[in-house]
Protein backbone atom coordinates (compact mmCIF):
# COMPACT_ATOMS: atom_id res chain seq x y z
CA UNK A 1 0.00 0.00 0.00
CA UNK A 2 1.28 3.28 -1.08
CA UNK A 3 1.63 6.37 1.45
CA UNK A 4 -0.72 7.64 -0.34
CA UNK A 5 -3.52 4.78 0.02
CA UNK A 6 -2.88 5.35 3.13
CA UNK A 7 -3.55 8.12 3.55
CA UNK A 8 -6.96 7.54 2.32
CA UNK A 9 -7.14 5.12 4.72
CA UNK A 10 -6.63 7.72 7.20
CA UNK A 11 -9.05 10.11 6.05
CA UNK A 12 -12.00 6.86 5.73
CA UNK A 13 -11.25 5.89 9.67
CA UNK A 14 -12.13 9.31 10.86
CA UNK A 15 -14.68 10.06 12.73
CA UNK A 16 -16.65 12.52 10.08
CA UNK A 17 -16.43 9.67 7.95
CA UNK A 18 -18.82 7.13 9.37
CA UNK A 19 -21.73 8.37 7.38
CA UNK A 20 -24.79 10.34 8.40
CA UNK A 21 -28.23 11.21 7.35
CA UNK A 22 -28.69 10.78 3.61
CA UNK A 23 -24.92 9.11 3.06
CA UNK A 24 -25.97 5.37 1.60
CA UNK A 25 -22.21 4.72 0.98
CA UNK A 26 -19.14 6.49 1.89
CA UNK A 27 -15.55 5.87 1.39
CA UNK A 28 -14.23 2.68 -0.17
CA UNK A 29 -16.25 1.93 -3.63
CA UNK A 30 -15.64 3.82 -6.90
CA UNK A 31 -18.34 6.30 -6.04
CA UNK A 32 -19.99 6.93 -2.64
CA UNK A 33 -24.64 7.10 -2.98
CA UNK A 34 -26.30 9.64 -1.31
CA UNK A 35 -30.01 9.58 -0.46
CA UNK A 36 -32.07 12.47 -1.18
CA UNK A 37 -35.31 12.48 -0.16
CA UNK A 38 -38.75 12.98 -2.29
CA UNK A 39 -39.62 16.17 -2.59
CA UNK A 40 -35.93 17.72 -2.43
CA UNK A 41 -32.73 18.99 -4.98
CA UNK A 42 -30.05 18.40 -3.74
CA UNK A 43 -27.46 21.59 -3.77
CA UNK A 44 -23.71 21.31 -4.75
CA UNK A 45 -20.73 23.57 -4.65
CA UNK A 46 -17.05 23.71 -4.84
CA UNK A 47 -14.56 25.62 -3.15
CA UNK A 48 -10.71 24.98 -3.91
CA UNK A 49 -7.93 26.95 -1.71
CA UNK A 50 -4.03 27.04 -3.00
CA UNK A 51 -1.54 27.18 -0.32
CA UNK A 52 0.87 30.36 -1.16
CA UNK A 53 -2.64 32.26 -2.86
CA UNK A 54 -5.66 31.35 -0.11
CA UNK A 55 -3.52 30.70 2.69
CA UNK A 56 0.10 30.77 3.80
CA UNK A 57 2.42 27.84 3.26
CA UNK A 58 3.09 27.47 6.86
CA UNK A 59 -0.11 28.00 8.49
CA UNK A 60 -1.81 25.60 11.17
CA UNK A 61 -3.22 22.57 9.70
CA UNK A 62 -6.24 22.48 12.29
CA UNK A 63 -7.07 25.92 10.89
CA UNK A 64 -6.86 25.01 7.55
CA UNK A 65 -8.86 21.84 8.11
CA UNK A 66 -11.40 24.17 9.36
CA UNK A 67 -11.40 27.16 7.46
CA UNK A 68 -11.45 24.73 3.97
CA UNK A 69 -14.61 23.11 4.53
CA UNK A 70 -16.62 25.84 6.16
CA UNK A 71 -15.86 28.02 2.80
CA UNK A 72 -17.15 25.67 1.01
CA UNK A 73 -20.34 24.76 3.70
CA UNK A 74 -21.33 28.32 3.50
CA UNK A 75 -22.39 28.34 -0.09
CA UNK A 76 -24.86 25.91 1.32
CA UNK A 77 -26.36 28.12 4.11
CA UNK A 78 -26.23 30.70 0.94
CA UNK A 79 -28.73 28.57 -1.28
CA UNK A 80 -30.94 27.81 2.08
CA UNK A 81 -29.81 24.17 1.89
CA UNK A 82 -29.06 21.65 4.68
CA UNK A 83 -25.40 19.96 4.79
CA UNK A 84 -25.13 16.31 3.99
CA UNK A 85 -22.09 15.23 2.90
CA UNK A 86 -18.79 16.63 0.84
CA UNK A 87 -16.22 15.06 -0.76
CA UNK A 88 -11.97 16.23 -0.17
CA UNK A 89 -9.43 16.64 -3.37
CA UNK A 90 -6.42 16.71 -1.21
CA UNK A 91 -3.33 17.07 -2.94
CA UNK A 92 -0.15 17.39 -0.85
CA UNK A 93 3.79 17.96 -1.67
CA UNK A 94 4.97 15.17 0.49
CA UNK A 95 3.46 12.81 3.58
CA UNK A 96 3.68 14.72 7.12
CA UNK A 97 1.92 12.90 9.71
CA UNK A 98 1.60 15.65 12.10
CA UNK A 99 0.31 17.81 9.31
CA UNK A 100 -2.36 15.42 8.29
CA UNK A 101 -3.15 14.97 11.77
CA UNK A 102 -3.66 18.56 12.62
CA UNK A 103 -5.58 18.90 9.13
CA UNK A 104 -8.03 15.63 9.45
CA UNK A 105 -8.39 17.25 13.28
CA UNK A 106 -9.86 20.68 11.96
CA UNK A 107 -11.77 19.57 9.05
CA UNK A 108 -13.47 16.80 11.66
CA UNK A 109 -14.37 19.99 14.08
CA UNK A 110 -15.70 21.76 11.47
CA UNK A 111 -17.65 18.73 9.81
CA UNK A 112 -19.26 18.55 13.61
CA UNK A 113 -20.61 21.93 13.91
CA UNK A 114 -22.04 21.60 10.51
CA UNK A 115 -23.24 17.76 10.98
CA UNK A 116 -21.79 17.53 7.69
CA UNK A 117 -19.92 13.80 6.60
CA UNK A 118 -17.27 13.17 4.40
CA UNK A 119 -18.11 10.53 1.51
CA UNK A 120 -14.96 10.52 -0.35
CA UNK A 121 -12.09 11.90 -2.56
CA UNK A 122 -8.79 11.54 -3.78
CA UNK A 123 -5.44 12.36 -2.16
CA UNK A 124 -2.40 13.08 -4.54
CA UNK A 125 1.00 14.10 -4.74
CA UNK A 126 1.58 18.17 -5.64
CA UNK A 127 1.53 21.41 -4.71
CA UNK A 128 -0.42 21.94 -1.65
CA UNK A 129 -4.49 22.64 -2.58
CA UNK A 130 -7.14 21.49 -1.41
CA UNK A 131 -10.80 20.94 -3.48
CA UNK A 132 -13.67 20.80 -0.90
CA UNK A 133 -17.55 19.71 -2.87
CA UNK A 134 -20.27 20.06 -0.78
CA UNK A 135 -23.72 18.21 -0.65
CA UNK A 136 -27.10 19.51 0.66
CA UNK A 137 -30.84 19.14 0.60
CA UNK A 138 -33.24 21.63 -0.07
CA UNK A 139 -37.09 21.54 -0.54
CA UNK A 140 -37.69 21.67 -4.28
CA UNK A 141 -38.20 25.26 -5.59
CA UNK A 142 -37.38 26.60 -2.31
CA UNK A 143 -33.52 27.24 -2.99
CA UNK A 144 -32.88 31.05 -2.33
CA UNK A 145 -31.19 32.29 -5.16
CA UNK A 146 -29.74 35.71 -6.10
CA UNK A 147 -31.98 36.39 -8.35
CA UNK A 148 -35.38 37.39 -6.70
CA UNK A 149 -34.87 40.63 -5.20
CA UNK A 150 -37.73 42.95 -5.80
CA UNK A 151 -37.98 47.00 -5.04
CA UNK A 152 -39.23 47.70 -1.98
CA UNK A 153 -37.15 44.39 -0.14
CA UNK A 154 -35.44 45.24 2.67
CA UNK A 155 -31.20 44.44 2.64
CA UNK A 156 -29.92 42.45 5.50
CA UNK A 157 -27.04 40.76 6.62
CA UNK A 158 -26.42 37.92 9.02
CA UNK A 159 -23.67 39.29 11.48
CA UNK A 160 -20.95 41.70 11.99
CA UNK A 161 -18.48 42.41 8.47
CA UNK A 162 -15.27 42.89 7.77
CA UNK A 163 -14.02 40.77 10.36
CA UNK A 164 -11.18 38.85 8.34
CA UNK A 165 -10.16 41.13 6.16
CA UNK A 166 -9.50 42.87 9.76
CA UNK A 167 -7.97 39.12 10.73
CA UNK A 168 -6.29 38.86 6.92
CA UNK A 169 -2.59 41.43 8.66
CA UNK A 170 -2.38 39.29 11.96
CA UNK A 171 -2.66 35.86 9.80
CA UNK A 172 0.38 37.07 7.56
CA UNK A 173 2.32 38.51 10.66
CA UNK A 174 2.01 42.46 9.50
CA UNK A 175 0.67 43.51 12.47
CA UNK A 176 0.26 42.22 15.74
CA UNK A 177 -2.34 43.17 18.56
CA UNK A 178 -3.72 42.46 21.69
CA UNK A 179 -5.22 38.82 22.34
CA UNK A 180 -9.14 40.26 23.44
CA UNK A 181 -8.73 42.26 20.22
CA UNK A 182 -6.49 39.45 17.79
CA UNK A 183 -8.67 36.47 18.86
CA UNK A 184 -11.95 37.15 17.77
CA UNK A 185 -10.70 38.20 14.41
CA UNK A 186 -8.48 35.48 13.96
CA UNK A 187 -11.23 32.85 15.22
CA UNK A 188 -13.45 34.56 11.97
CA UNK A 189 -10.83 34.34 9.79
CA UNK A 190 -9.87 30.70 10.60
CA UNK A 191 -12.94 29.20 11.40
CA UNK A 192 -16.02 31.04 10.30
CA UNK A 193 -19.20 29.00 11.35
CA UNK A 194 -21.99 28.96 8.26
CA UNK A 195 -24.71 30.23 8.65
CA UNK A 196 -26.51 27.23 7.78
CA UNK A 197 -29.63 27.56 10.68
CA UNK A 198 -30.44 31.16 9.22
CA UNK A 199 -30.31 30.21 5.62
CA UNK A 200 -33.17 27.63 6.39
CA UNK A 201 -35.21 29.96 8.02
CA UNK A 202 -35.07 32.41 4.88
CA UNK A 203 -36.47 29.11 2.78
CA UNK A 204 -39.81 30.87 1.47
CA UNK A 205 -38.65 33.84 3.49
CA UNK A 206 -36.18 35.79 1.15
CA UNK A 207 -36.39 37.11 -2.16
CA UNK A 208 -32.81 36.67 -2.80
CA UNK A 209 -29.56 35.78 -0.65
CA UNK A 210 -25.65 34.90 -0.99
CA UNK A 211 -22.44 34.07 1.20
CA UNK A 212 -20.40 37.41 1.67
CA UNK A 213 -17.14 36.09 -0.05
CA UNK A 214 -16.01 39.21 -2.18
CA UNK A 215 -16.90 41.90 0.04
CA UNK A 216 -20.18 43.75 0.59
CA UNK A 217 -20.57 46.02 -1.78
CA UNK A 218 -18.94 43.57 -4.78
CA UNK A 219 -21.74 40.93 -3.33
CA UNK A 220 -24.53 42.98 -3.41
CA UNK A 221 -23.22 43.93 -6.69
CA UNK A 222 -24.60 40.32 -7.55
CA UNK A 223 -27.89 40.11 -6.33
CA UNK A 224 -28.78 43.69 -8.07
CA UNK A 225 -27.25 42.41 -11.64
CA UNK A 226 -29.16 38.62 -11.21
CA UNK A 227 -32.78 40.45 -10.16
CA UNK A 228 -32.13 43.65 -12.25
CA UNK A 229 -32.35 45.89 -9.39
CA UNK A 230 -30.59 48.53 -7.32
CA UNK A 231 -29.59 47.95 -3.74
CA UNK A 232 -28.89 50.87 -1.37
CA UNK A 233 -26.91 50.08 1.55
CA UNK A 234 -26.86 52.52 4.25
CA UNK A 235 -23.21 52.82 5.93
CA UNK A 236 -24.28 53.67 9.06
CA UNK A 237 -26.77 50.28 9.50
CA UNK A 238 -23.20 48.19 8.47
CA UNK A 239 -22.52 45.88 11.72
CA UNK A 240 -19.14 46.13 12.65
CA UNK A 241 -17.53 44.00 15.96
CA UNK A 242 -16.01 45.84 18.73
CA UNK A 243 -12.73 44.01 18.12
CA UNK A 244 -12.62 45.13 14.59
CA UNK A 245 -12.84 48.98 15.44
CA UNK A 246 -10.54 48.45 18.14
CA UNK A 247 -7.85 47.28 15.61
CA UNK A 248 -8.97 49.74 12.71
CA UNK A 249 -11.09 52.82 14.25
CA UNK A 250 -14.20 53.31 12.67
CA UNK A 251 -13.14 54.81 8.98
CA UNK A 252 -11.10 51.39 8.28
CA UNK A 253 -13.16 49.27 10.19
CA UNK A 254 -16.23 50.48 7.72
CA UNK A 255 -13.86 50.66 5.05
CA UNK A 256 -13.37 46.45 5.43
CA UNK A 257 -16.48 45.70 5.98
CA UNK A 258 -17.91 47.18 3.03
CA UNK A 259 -15.65 45.68 0.97
CA UNK A 260 -13.28 43.04 2.66
CA UNK A 261 -13.67 39.78 1.58
CA UNK A 262 -14.13 36.06 3.29
CA UNK A 263 -16.44 37.23 5.82
CA UNK A 264 -18.81 34.06 4.39
CA UNK A 265 -22.19 35.95 6.28
CA UNK A 266 -25.34 35.68 4.53
CA UNK A 267 -26.79 38.75 2.49
CA UNK A 268 -30.08 38.59 1.73
CA UNK A 269 -33.13 40.81 0.58
CA UNK A 270 -36.71 39.83 1.72
CA UNK A 271 -40.08 42.13 2.55
CA UNK A 272 -40.13 43.45 5.73
CA UNK A 273 -43.38 41.81 6.58
CA UNK A 274 -41.49 38.29 5.74
CA UNK A 275 -38.66 39.37 8.36
CA UNK A 276 -41.21 39.56 11.32
CA UNK A 277 -40.73 35.64 11.62
CA UNK A 278 -37.17 35.35 11.63
CA UNK A 279 -35.65 34.00 14.52
CA UNK A 280 -32.26 34.06 13.59
CA UNK A 281 -30.28 37.35 14.64
CA UNK A 282 -29.61 39.94 11.44
CA UNK A 283 -29.59 43.32 10.46
CA UNK A 284 -31.47 45.11 8.20
CA UNK A 285 -28.57 47.78 6.25
CA UNK A 286 -30.65 48.70 3.17
CA UNK A 287 -33.17 48.51 0.85
CA UNK A 288 -33.62 47.40 -3.10
CA UNK A 289 -34.91 49.85 -5.09
CA UNK A 290 -35.91 49.92 -9.43
CA UNK A 291 -33.05 50.44 -11.15
CA UNK A 292 -29.40 48.80 -11.29
CA UNK A 293 -25.95 48.58 -9.45
CA UNK A 294 -25.26 49.36 -5.77
CA UNK A 295 -25.30 52.51 -3.96
CA UNK A 296 -23.86 53.52 -0.96
CA UNK A 297 -25.54 56.30 1.91
CA UNK A 298 -23.31 57.64 4.48
CA UNK A 299 -24.91 58.77 7.50
CA UNK A 300 -26.14 62.00 6.30
CA UNK A 301 -28.35 59.88 3.92
CA UNK A 302 -26.26 61.13 0.87
CA UNK A 303 -25.61 58.94 -2.05
CA UNK A 304 -21.42 58.29 -2.07
CA UNK A 305 -19.85 56.45 -4.61
CA UNK A 306 -17.57 53.65 -3.64
CA UNK A 307 -14.06 54.02 -4.19
CA UNK A 308 -13.47 50.46 -4.09
CA UNK A 309 -15.62 47.31 -4.56
CA UNK A 310 -13.13 45.14 -5.34
CA UNK A 311 -11.48 42.31 -2.79
CA UNK A 312 -7.86 42.11 -2.51
CA UNK A 313 -6.92 38.41 -3.07
CA UNK A 314 -4.86 36.79 -0.34
CA UNK A 315 -2.13 36.11 -3.41
CA UNK A 316 -2.69 39.83 -4.01
CA UNK A 317 -1.53 41.05 -0.86
CA UNK A 318 1.48 39.00 -0.29
CA UNK B 1 -13.86 41.34 -13.31
CA UNK B 2 -10.71 39.63 -12.94
CA UNK B 3 -9.43 37.23 -15.27
CA UNK B 4 -10.11 34.14 -13.40
CA UNK B 5 -14.03 35.30 -12.80
CA UNK B 6 -13.51 35.59 -16.71
CA UNK B 7 -12.52 32.14 -16.80
CA UNK B 8 -15.61 31.24 -15.01
CA UNK B 9 -18.06 33.26 -17.61
CA UNK B 10 -16.03 31.22 -20.30
CA UNK B 11 -16.94 27.81 -19.03
CA UNK B 12 -20.75 28.82 -18.28
CA UNK B 13 -20.57 30.25 -22.06
CA UNK B 14 -19.58 26.46 -23.03
CA UNK B 15 -22.22 24.21 -24.95
CA UNK B 16 -21.87 21.28 -22.25
CA UNK B 17 -22.44 23.90 -19.53
CA UNK B 18 -26.43 24.69 -20.86
CA UNK B 19 -27.96 22.05 -18.65
CA UNK B 20 -29.46 18.42 -19.05
CA UNK B 21 -31.88 16.47 -17.60
CA UNK B 22 -31.74 15.94 -14.39
CA UNK B 23 -29.70 19.81 -13.89
CA UNK B 24 -32.13 22.37 -12.01
CA UNK B 25 -29.40 24.51 -11.92
CA UNK B 26 -26.05 24.99 -13.56
CA UNK B 27 -23.48 27.66 -13.26
CA UNK B 28 -23.59 31.64 -11.35
CA UNK B 29 -24.99 30.20 -8.39
CA UNK B 30 -23.86 29.93 -4.56
CA UNK B 31 -24.73 26.32 -5.70
CA UNK B 32 -26.03 24.21 -9.05
CA UNK B 33 -29.10 22.30 -8.10
CA UNK B 34 -29.84 18.60 -9.26
CA UNK B 35 -33.33 16.65 -9.30
CA UNK B 36 -33.44 13.03 -8.60
CA UNK B 37 -36.00 11.11 -9.90
CA UNK B 38 -38.08 9.02 -7.00
CA UNK B 39 -36.51 5.58 -6.17
CA UNK B 40 -32.65 6.46 -7.32
CA UNK B 41 -29.69 7.15 -5.73
CA UNK B 42 -27.06 9.52 -6.30
CA UNK B 43 -23.61 8.16 -7.31
CA UNK B 44 -20.64 10.40 -6.60
CA UNK B 45 -16.78 10.80 -7.21
CA UNK B 46 -13.97 12.92 -7.45
CA UNK B 47 -10.55 12.79 -9.06
CA UNK B 48 -7.48 15.12 -9.27
CA UNK B 49 -5.39 15.36 -11.97
CA UNK B 50 -1.90 17.46 -11.55
CA UNK B 51 0.89 18.77 -13.61
CA UNK B 52 4.27 16.74 -13.70
CA UNK B 53 2.53 13.70 -11.52
CA UNK B 54 -0.65 12.57 -13.76
CA UNK B 55 -0.14 14.12 -16.86
CA UNK B 56 3.58 16.09 -18.88
CA UNK B 57 3.39 19.96 -18.20
CA UNK B 58 3.62 20.27 -22.11
CA UNK B 59 0.36 17.89 -23.16
CA UNK B 60 -2.32 19.08 -25.65
CA UNK B 61 -4.66 20.91 -23.65
CA UNK B 62 -7.47 19.26 -25.52
CA UNK B 63 -6.36 15.66 -24.65
CA UNK B 64 -6.40 17.14 -21.17
CA UNK B 65 -9.75 17.98 -21.20
CA UNK B 66 -10.74 14.85 -22.51
CA UNK B 67 -8.94 12.72 -20.57
CA UNK B 68 -9.69 14.83 -17.00
CA UNK B 69 -13.25 13.94 -16.87
CA UNK B 70 -13.13 10.50 -18.52
CA UNK B 71 -10.90 9.55 -15.85
CA UNK B 72 -13.71 10.17 -13.39
CA UNK B 73 -16.62 9.48 -15.29
CA UNK B 74 -15.43 5.95 -15.66
CA UNK B 75 -16.29 5.80 -11.78
CA UNK B 76 -19.97 6.25 -12.55
CA UNK B 77 -19.90 3.29 -15.35
CA UNK B 78 -18.23 1.29 -12.40
CA UNK B 79 -20.98 2.11 -10.25
CA UNK B 80 -23.47 1.26 -12.95
CA UNK B 81 -24.43 4.76 -12.81
CA UNK B 82 -26.21 7.10 -15.57
CA UNK B 83 -23.86 10.03 -15.86
CA UNK B 84 -25.92 13.63 -14.90
CA UNK B 85 -23.08 16.22 -14.13
CA UNK B 86 -19.80 17.29 -12.77
CA UNK B 87 -17.98 20.46 -11.78
CA UNK B 88 -14.74 21.38 -12.36
CA UNK B 89 -12.22 22.79 -10.29
CA UNK B 90 -9.63 24.31 -12.38
CA UNK B 91 -5.99 25.55 -10.37
CA UNK B 92 -3.93 27.52 -13.53
CA UNK B 93 -0.51 29.11 -13.02
CA UNK B 94 -1.62 31.80 -15.83
CA UNK B 95 -4.39 32.30 -18.11
CA UNK B 96 -3.92 31.43 -21.47
CA UNK B 97 -6.68 31.58 -24.05
CA UNK B 98 -5.41 29.16 -26.46
CA UNK B 99 -4.80 26.73 -23.27
CA UNK B 100 -8.06 27.56 -22.16
CA UNK B 101 -10.01 26.80 -25.48
CA UNK B 102 -8.34 23.26 -26.15
CA UNK B 103 -8.95 22.74 -22.91
CA UNK B 104 -12.85 23.82 -22.99
CA UNK B 105 -13.15 22.28 -26.41
CA UNK B 106 -11.63 18.66 -24.85
CA UNK B 107 -14.11 18.78 -21.96
CA UNK B 108 -16.75 19.32 -23.80
CA UNK B 109 -16.12 16.52 -26.69
CA UNK B 110 -15.93 14.17 -23.74
CA UNK B 111 -18.80 15.24 -21.61
CA UNK B 112 -21.07 14.79 -25.50
CA UNK B 113 -19.89 11.77 -25.39
CA UNK B 114 -21.01 11.16 -21.68
CA UNK B 115 -24.31 13.00 -22.08
CA UNK B 116 -22.69 15.21 -18.87
CA UNK B 117 -23.86 18.47 -18.23
CA UNK B 118 -21.11 20.74 -16.25
CA UNK B 119 -22.73 22.57 -13.21
CA UNK B 120 -20.31 24.41 -11.43
CA UNK B 121 -16.48 24.66 -10.19
CA UNK B 122 -14.08 27.17 -9.11
CA UNK B 123 -11.47 29.00 -11.10
CA UNK B 124 -7.97 29.69 -8.87
CA UNK B 125 -4.36 30.58 -9.87
CA UNK B 126 -1.98 28.19 -8.62
CA UNK B 127 0.30 24.92 -9.92
CA UNK B 128 -1.68 23.39 -12.66
CA UNK B 129 -4.31 20.79 -11.51
CA UNK B 130 -7.65 19.85 -12.46
CA UNK B 131 -10.01 18.31 -10.04
CA UNK B 132 -13.40 17.06 -11.57
CA UNK B 133 -16.24 15.91 -9.55
CA UNK B 134 -18.83 13.58 -10.73
CA UNK B 135 -22.68 12.82 -10.25
CA UNK B 136 -24.83 10.03 -11.47
CA UNK B 137 -28.27 8.20 -10.89
CA UNK B 138 -28.36 4.77 -10.04
CA UNK B 139 -31.78 2.55 -9.23
CA UNK B 140 -31.41 2.69 -5.14
CA UNK B 141 -29.78 -0.96 -4.27
CA UNK B 142 -28.92 -1.52 -7.42
CA UNK B 143 -25.50 0.21 -7.86
CA UNK B 144 -22.32 -1.73 -8.76
CA UNK B 145 -20.40 -2.64 -5.35
CA UNK B 146 -16.76 -3.98 -4.98
CA UNK B 147 -18.30 -6.59 -2.23
CA UNK B 148 -21.06 -8.69 -3.91
CA UNK B 149 -18.77 -11.36 -5.73
CA UNK B 150 -19.25 -14.93 -5.07
CA UNK B 151 -17.76 -18.08 -5.38
CA UNK B 152 -18.75 -19.17 -9.08
CA UNK B 153 -18.82 -16.10 -10.54
CA UNK B 154 -17.14 -15.58 -13.76
CA UNK B 155 -14.54 -12.76 -14.43
CA UNK B 156 -14.98 -10.67 -17.11
CA UNK B 157 -13.81 -7.45 -18.32
CA UNK B 158 -14.90 -4.94 -20.72
CA UNK B 159 -12.65 -4.04 -23.39
CA UNK B 160 -8.60 -4.47 -24.27
CA UNK B 161 -6.15 -4.29 -21.50
CA UNK B 162 -2.82 -2.42 -21.48
CA UNK B 163 -3.50 0.07 -23.77
CA UNK B 164 -2.29 3.01 -21.43
CA UNK B 165 0.39 1.39 -20.30
CA UNK B 166 1.61 0.94 -23.79
CA UNK B 167 1.09 4.17 -24.36
CA UNK B 168 3.01 5.99 -21.77
CA UNK B 169 5.92 5.54 -23.45
CA UNK B 170 4.82 7.56 -26.43
CA UNK B 171 3.27 9.94 -24.53
CA UNK B 172 6.18 11.03 -22.66
CA UNK B 173 8.06 10.42 -26.14
CA UNK B 174 10.41 7.78 -24.97
CA UNK B 175 9.66 6.37 -28.24
CA UNK B 176 8.02 6.06 -31.52
CA UNK B 177 5.81 3.33 -33.68
CA UNK B 178 4.10 3.46 -36.45
CA UNK B 179 0.91 5.81 -36.94
CA UNK B 180 -1.67 2.82 -37.36
CA UNK B 181 0.22 1.20 -33.79
CA UNK B 182 0.92 4.56 -31.80
CA UNK B 183 -2.41 6.22 -32.56
CA UNK B 184 -4.94 3.36 -31.09
CA UNK B 185 -2.58 3.23 -27.98
CA UNK B 186 -2.65 7.13 -27.86
CA UNK B 187 -6.51 7.70 -28.16
CA UNK B 188 -7.18 5.03 -25.84
CA UNK B 189 -4.85 7.15 -23.21
CA UNK B 190 -6.05 10.29 -23.84
CA UNK B 191 -9.63 9.71 -24.49
CA UNK B 192 -10.35 6.65 -22.48
CA UNK B 193 -14.43 6.02 -23.64
CA UNK B 194 -16.78 5.45 -19.76
CA UNK B 195 -17.92 2.07 -20.42
CA UNK B 196 -21.05 3.91 -19.05
CA UNK B 197 -23.56 1.59 -21.24
CA UNK B 198 -22.10 -1.79 -19.74
CA UNK B 199 -22.22 -0.46 -16.85
CA UNK B 200 -25.85 0.31 -16.78
CA UNK B 201 -26.24 -3.04 -18.18
CA UNK B 202 -24.81 -4.82 -15.63
CA UNK B 203 -27.33 -3.57 -12.79
CA UNK B 204 -28.87 -6.54 -11.13
CA UNK B 205 -26.56 -8.82 -12.74
CA UNK B 206 -22.97 -8.36 -12.03
CA UNK B 207 -22.67 -9.26 -8.51
CA UNK B 208 -19.23 -7.09 -8.03
CA UNK B 209 -17.77 -4.10 -10.67
CA UNK B 210 -15.17 -1.95 -10.51
CA UNK B 211 -13.38 0.09 -13.62
CA UNK B 212 -9.54 -0.51 -13.64
CA UNK B 213 -7.08 1.98 -13.15
CA UNK B 214 -4.68 0.67 -10.85
CA UNK B 215 -4.01 -2.80 -13.15
CA UNK B 216 -6.33 -5.50 -13.21
CA UNK B 217 -4.28 -7.85 -11.07
CA UNK B 218 -4.16 -4.66 -8.09
CA UNK B 219 -7.66 -4.06 -8.85
CA UNK B 220 -8.73 -7.47 -9.14
CA UNK B 221 -7.17 -7.82 -5.48
CA UNK B 222 -9.95 -4.75 -4.70
CA UNK B 223 -12.68 -6.98 -5.52
CA UNK B 224 -11.64 -10.30 -3.64
CA UNK B 225 -10.72 -8.05 -0.44
CA UNK B 226 -13.72 -6.29 -0.31
CA UNK B 227 -15.59 -9.17 -1.55
CA UNK B 228 -13.95 -12.51 1.06
CA UNK B 229 -13.00 -14.00 -2.14
CA UNK B 230 -10.30 -15.28 -4.28
CA UNK B 231 -10.38 -14.05 -7.76
CA UNK B 232 -8.36 -16.33 -10.54
CA UNK B 233 -7.40 -15.04 -13.83
CA UNK B 234 -6.69 -16.95 -16.93
CA UNK B 235 -3.50 -15.28 -18.29
CA UNK B 236 -4.43 -16.79 -22.05
CA UNK B 237 -7.77 -14.99 -21.57
CA UNK B 238 -6.70 -12.03 -20.80
CA UNK B 239 -7.61 -9.60 -24.28
CA UNK B 240 -4.81 -7.29 -25.79
CA UNK B 241 -5.14 -4.95 -28.96
CA UNK B 242 -3.40 -5.66 -31.97
CA UNK B 243 -1.73 -2.62 -31.83
CA UNK B 244 -0.49 -3.26 -28.29
CA UNK B 245 1.00 -7.08 -29.73
CA UNK B 246 2.75 -4.52 -32.49
CA UNK B 247 4.33 -2.51 -29.92
CA UNK B 248 5.45 -4.50 -27.44
CA UNK B 249 5.26 -8.46 -28.36
CA UNK B 250 2.94 -11.03 -26.75
CA UNK B 251 5.19 -10.99 -23.28
CA UNK B 252 5.39 -7.32 -22.47
CA UNK B 253 1.83 -6.68 -23.58
CA UNK B 254 0.45 -9.41 -21.25
CA UNK B 255 2.47 -7.67 -18.69
CA UNK B 256 1.18 -4.53 -19.47
CA UNK B 257 -2.62 -6.11 -19.58
CA UNK B 258 -1.95 -7.62 -16.18
CA UNK B 259 -0.46 -4.73 -14.31
CA UNK B 260 -0.53 -1.24 -16.38
CA UNK B 261 -2.81 1.13 -14.63
CA UNK B 262 -5.22 3.74 -16.28
CA UNK B 263 -7.20 1.57 -18.25
CA UNK B 264 -10.91 2.40 -17.27
CA UNK B 265 -12.14 -1.05 -18.66
CA UNK B 266 -14.74 -2.07 -16.30
CA UNK B 267 -13.85 -5.53 -14.34
CA UNK B 268 -16.72 -7.43 -13.28
CA UNK B 269 -18.02 -10.66 -11.70
CA UNK B 270 -21.28 -12.43 -12.87
CA UNK B 271 -23.17 -15.86 -12.34
CA UNK B 272 -22.42 -17.35 -15.77
CA UNK B 273 -26.32 -17.64 -16.57
CA UNK B 274 -26.51 -14.00 -15.68
CA UNK B 275 -24.24 -13.29 -18.75
CA UNK B 276 -26.29 -14.36 -21.31
CA UNK B 277 -28.29 -11.26 -21.16
CA UNK B 278 -25.60 -8.98 -21.41
CA UNK B 279 -25.91 -6.89 -25.09
CA UNK B 280 -22.44 -4.82 -24.39
CA UNK B 281 -19.51 -6.91 -25.39
CA UNK B 282 -17.20 -8.68 -22.63
CA UNK B 283 -14.37 -10.89 -22.46
CA UNK B 284 -14.83 -14.14 -19.50
CA UNK B 285 -10.99 -14.31 -17.80
CA UNK B 286 -11.44 -16.10 -14.95
CA UNK B 287 -14.10 -17.09 -12.13
CA UNK B 288 -14.04 -16.56 -8.52
CA UNK B 289 -13.35 -19.17 -5.86
CA UNK B 290 -13.29 -19.32 -2.34
CA UNK B 291 -10.19 -17.86 -0.65
CA UNK B 292 -8.58 -14.73 -0.80
CA UNK B 293 -6.44 -12.99 -2.98
CA UNK B 294 -5.54 -13.00 -6.82
CA UNK B 295 -4.62 -16.32 -8.41
CA UNK B 296 -2.87 -15.78 -12.26
CA UNK B 297 -2.93 -19.05 -13.88
CA UNK B 298 -0.24 -19.77 -17.01
CA UNK B 299 -1.64 -20.87 -20.54
CA UNK B 300 -0.62 -24.62 -18.97
CA UNK B 301 -3.37 -24.04 -16.28
CA UNK B 302 -0.53 -23.49 -13.83
CA UNK B 303 -0.75 -21.18 -11.13
CA UNK B 304 2.21 -18.42 -11.07
CA UNK B 305 2.27 -15.50 -8.73
CA UNK B 306 2.64 -12.44 -10.14
CA UNK B 307 5.85 -10.81 -10.21
CA UNK B 308 4.44 -7.07 -9.80
CA UNK B 309 1.11 -6.43 -8.58
CA UNK B 310 1.90 -2.72 -8.54
CA UNK B 311 1.14 -0.06 -11.09
CA UNK B 312 4.02 2.93 -11.64
CA UNK B 313 2.43 6.39 -10.94
CA UNK B 314 3.29 8.56 -14.07
CA UNK B 315 5.30 10.50 -11.53
CA UNK B 316 7.45 7.88 -10.78
CA UNK B 317 8.43 6.69 -13.90
CA UNK B 318 9.77 10.54 -15.28
Redesign the interface.
Known sequence: MGEFELISHYFAAAPCAQGGEGV??GI?????????P?GE??????????????FPDACDPLLLGQRALAVAVS??A??G?TAIAF???L?LPDVGRNWLAGFAEGLGRMAGRCAISL????T????L?I?V?V??R?P?GQ?????GAQPGDLLCVGGDLGNAAGALPLVLGQRSAPADVAQPLLDHYWAPLPQLRLGEQLRGLASA???ISDGLLADCGHIAK?SGVALQVDQAQVPVSAALLALLGRDAALHAALTGGDDYVLAFTAPQAALASLVQPYHVIGRVLPGKGVVLRDEHGQDITPQQRGYQ?F?QTV
Chains 1, 2 share one sequence.
Open positions: ALGDDCALLDLAQLAISTDTLVAGVHDLAMATLATIGGDTRGPSTTFGVTALRRSALDAHG
